[in-house]
């Protein structure tokens, strides 16, 4: 019986980390051409966190001083990241394809930007 336990114990602590692989700082950027202009670069950053039933996160925008910016809903299931931001019309989708890359996009206000993330060093 105490084998049975040990080895349920190991089973939910690898499923533990393995949900985890999205907690932390992540950093991306995406460029915007407005019609009459220059192209220009703006930085993203999500910041999520474990929370007890899944995940909670928020965003900086740090070109356009915005920091701290609540989420409505961030999910993170079979390496597929979703983030959404009602009040603002933001839907991020991205793919874990290792243990610091997404490859993702964010729709808002009916246009889609390509917006691949890099997890910050802790």
């Known amino acids: 019986m105490k084998r049975v336990s040990t080895i349920l114990v190991l089973l939910l602590a690898v499923c533990a980390m393995y949900g985890q692989d999205i907690v932390g700082t992540w950093n991306g950027a995406f460029t915007v051409t407005p019609p009459e202009g220059d192209a220009v ?3 993203i950053v999500f910041h999520i966190e474990a929370a007890v039933e899944g995940f909670t996160s928020t965003l900086d925008s ?3 001083n915005a ?3 609540p989420t409505d809903a961030t999910t993170f299931a ?3 990241l979703s983030i959404k931001i009602g009040q603002l019309d933001f839907v991020y989708t991205g793919k874990l394809t290792d243990a610091k890359n997404i490859d993702g996009s964010f729709t808002q206000m009916g246009q889609t930007f390509d917006l691949d993330m890099a997890k910050a060093e802790e």
């Open 41 to 43: 670069t703006l930085r």
């Open 62 to 64: 740090p070109d356009q």
């Open 67 to 69: 920091f701290d910016i």
């Open 78 to 80: 079979d390496k597929e």
